[in-house]
């Protein structure tokens, strides 16, 4: 027997030392795949559904094995979860002293030189940025990890954040004044020592990037490396492989500049002249382009005459900034530190508008003020591959949602994994009990116009029904906005909407409430995680296809075609049929979890791919007809209540009891004090009657 089975059989160390663990047997069966895996020094891809207890299953055997584990998570949240949480509680049982470690991305921790840097410069930051300055100051005095994440009062998009932080760009390294107590370098050293490191996506590639150009590296050697939420990590690691260059980083770079000249080289004004003109043609460069934010393909761009006319300055204007600060190298720390930023911006400027390119995307993005050039491989599959391939460790690839269908083979083509082992774990739900899927009939084509009205028709009976315990997931923001919009007339429900505050809040307020409907985007089809009767009825518009405007997406499809592919069969319906299935597991969540998943998406009727997606998604009741949803969904609203009324009054009874218990104790006392002051009375009366007799007797033996 292995070591796993061992560990999580019935009479295992697990469910003596963790309280309410439940056996499962795919949780031990992907514990035995991850532990052979480690031995092997082999890649594995586990799909393994909602409810196996991946987590237990993967940290188990790889702090067993006592070798070197990167765990790397999809988010921030996650991260903090599995190192203050999942891991504390595992090593306990398990009896395992390793050390672990939690590293963020540069950006968490405080930059203690920039602190100082903006510690007299206000004429640079407004009020607001002031005001949150000060609070850091406060804040940076106590901190022992300078992780920013400790400051709850502050927002997660607070203007000070880049005044106090730092990036790859503008930090100085080991010639930074502050190296030896720079927070990061810190987190860095714990990690090196550690035996089990948890990271994110983002800093994981960004480190493997960084060492694959030569330029060093931040996440330490291992010899098991797991990938939890991994169904996130070909569009993250194509990010990483690429390159991009935005307005925004040369306006930092402009104001960076400018600080240097007011603290340390102030007779170099020059510096500030060319900086400010590269931050002005960058702005207007952005000003070619519609006001709306949207993406776009970049090599049509380039074929404009503005727009080449607007590129030729910025070139221009790097060119002189760059001859500029020439002139002063080695004067200031910061400064050269800039001088290799520009540097980099010119190299990067030069592929991006390098329109002959093979094998890569050229596409833009702009925001409300700024514009991002991106290059971005087509495919990552044999630069990953090779990464794999050497040196020869263990890969854990895990996801509830890494199957399109019934294989793996969209994932392992993406990613170069060809020759891993797979595994596919079905989620311990009784789906068939717990859950129904409705694709109701009689619906327009999703994008007809009547089709909005539809939505807001099935929303308005799906609130009634579940009492308002409810998701509504969208694939555009337009019409998530043109729901809420006209909903707010129509349910006396709390109406939350993502993007009117952060998706923290949202969620927060969403559990507070008795009654809330919460609207979201693809911020919410993923990473969240809400039980039991809070959430019993998930609405979705209609298919995540990806917009066929992406230029990303289109260069993809062209290079399938180019390749003799199928685009849509290849691409487009495995994308669409994984985030389907993110969407859908926001549902079901627990054991005792009921509701009702809604499609309003004719095509899972009408199209010969429909298929696909149906064998993608958990094997739910399904029905056509939406009454039998809102029977469903009244059902659980009414067990709800009913179980809330029982709760209530055990609660009250409960209260009654401790009430009377109180009184009759308050009772017992008042008895005992009367009882102990009686006591104390007859005792003063038998002192004061021994006290006299004594007197008398003395005066009569003096008489």
């Given at each position: 027997m292995s070591k796993s089975s061992k560990l999580f059989a019935q009479d295992g160390i697990l469910s003596q030392a963790i309280p309410g663990f439940t056996v499962r047997q795919a949780q031990t069966d992907m514990a035995n795949a991850v532990e052979e895996a480690i031995e092997q020094k082999s890649p594995l891809i586990v799909e393994a559904g909602t409810g196996t207890g991946k987590t237990f299953a993967y940290l188990a055997p790889a702090l067993q094995s006592k070798k070197k584990t990167i765990v790397s998570t999809g988010t921030k949240n996650l991260q903090e979860q599995l190192y203050h949480r999942d891991l504390p509680l595992i090593k306990k049982a398990i009896g395992v002293n390793g050390k672990i470690a939690l590293l963020k991305g540069r950006s968490n921790y405080l930059c203690l030189h920039r602190l100082r840097q903006h510690g007299g410069s206000s004429t640079l930051l407004d009020k607001t940025t002031?005001?949150?300055?000060?609070?850091?100051?406060?804040?940076?005095t106590s901190t022992k990890t300078g992780d920013m994440g400790e400051m709850k009062t502050l927002a997660e998009d607070a203007k000070v954040l880049p005044f106090v932080t730092s990036t790859v760009d503008n930090c100085l390294g080991k010639d930074c004044p502050d190296y030896e107590d720079c927070y990061m370098i810190k987190a860095r050293r714990k990690a090196l020592d550690a035996d089990l490191v948890v990271v994110n996506h983002h800093l994981f590639f960004a480190d493997m990037a960084l060492k694959d150009t030569g330029f060093g590296e931040l996440i330490p050697e291992a010899d098991v490396?797991?990938?939890?939420?991994?169904h996130q990590i070909p569009d993250i690691a194509s990010e990483y492989f690429g390159e991009a260059l935005s307005s925004r980083q040369l306006h930092d770079l402009s104001r960076d500049l400018e600080l240097v000249y007011r603290t340390s080289l102030k007779d170099a004004k020059q510096l500030h002249s060319a900086g400010e003109k590269c931050k002005m043609i960058s702005a207007d460069l952005r000003l070619l382009f519609p006001e709306q934010a949207q993406k776009g393909n970049w090599r049509e761009m380039l074929a404009r005459n503005d727009v080449q006319t607007q590129i030729s300055k910025l070139i221009d204007s790097l060119d002189v900034l760059y001859e500029v600060i020439k002139l002063h190298l080695s004067r200031d720390k910061d400064l050269d530190s800039i001088f290799e930023r520009v540097s980099d911006a010119r190299m990067k400027l030069t592929r991006l508008t390098d329109a002959n390119q093979k094998g890569v995307s050229l596409w833009y993005e702009t925001t409300m003020r700024h514009i991002v050039l991106h290059l971005t491989p087509l495919s990552i599959a044999a630069k990953f591959s090779k990464i794999v391939s050497t040196p020869e460790r263990a890969w854990i690839f895990t996801s509830a949602t890494l199957m399109v269908g019934d294989a793996f083979d969209h994932f392992q083509r993406q990613m170069g994994l060809q020759q891993a082992k797979t595994l596919s774990l079905d989620s311990p739900f009784d789906y068939q009990k717990q859950a129904m899927l409705c694709v109701p009939r009689f619906l327009p084509e999703p994008n007809a116009r009547e089709m909005r009205q539809t939505l807001l028709d099935i929303s308005i009976k799906l609130i009634a029904a579940s009492g308002g315990r409810c998701f509504l997931l969208f694939t555009s923001h337009a019409t998530l906005r043109a729901?809420?919009?006209?909903?707010?007339?129509?349910?006396?429900?709390?109406?939350?909407?993502?993007?009117?505050?952060?998706k923290r809040a949202l969620l927060e307020s969403y559990v507070k409430s008795d009654n809330a409907v919460l609207l979201g985007t693809g911020a919410f089809w993923e990473g969240v995680d809400v039980r039991g009767n809070d959430l019993t009825c998930v609405l979705i518009d209609k298919l995540p296809f990806a917009s066929p405007d992406d230029p990303l997406l289109q260069a993809r499809i062209e290079d399938c075609r180019k390749a003799g592919g199928n685009p849509f069969g290849q691409l487009q319906i495995p994308q669409a049929a994984i985030a389907l299935k993110q969407g859908?597991?926001?549902l079901i969540r627990d054991e005792t979890d009921r509701g009702v998943l809604v499609i309003c998406d004719n095509r899972l009727v009408t199209k010969d791919y429909a298929k696909t997606f149906l064998r993608s998604l958990p094997d739910m009741k399904r029905t056509r007809h939406l009454p039998n949803a809102l029977a469903f969904l009244e059902e659980i609203h009414e067990d709800a209540q009913q179980t809330k009324k029982a709760l209530k009054a055990a609660k009250k009874s409960a209260d009654d009891q401790c009430r009377q218990d109180a009184v009759n104790t308050g009772t017992r006392v008042k008895e005992e004090h009367v009882s102990q002051e009686v006591t104390q009375d007859t005792s003063r009366d038998i002192s004061q009657n021994i006290a006299t007799g004594t007197n008398d007797i003395l005066k009569k033996e003096a008489q």
């Open positions: 002031m005001v949150e300055l000060s609070d850091v100051r406060r804040w940076a490396v797991i990938f939890d939420e991994a729901i809420a919009g006209m909903l707010e007339d129509k349910v006396d429900n709390p109406i939350l909407v993502q993007g009117t505050t952060t859908a597991g926001r």
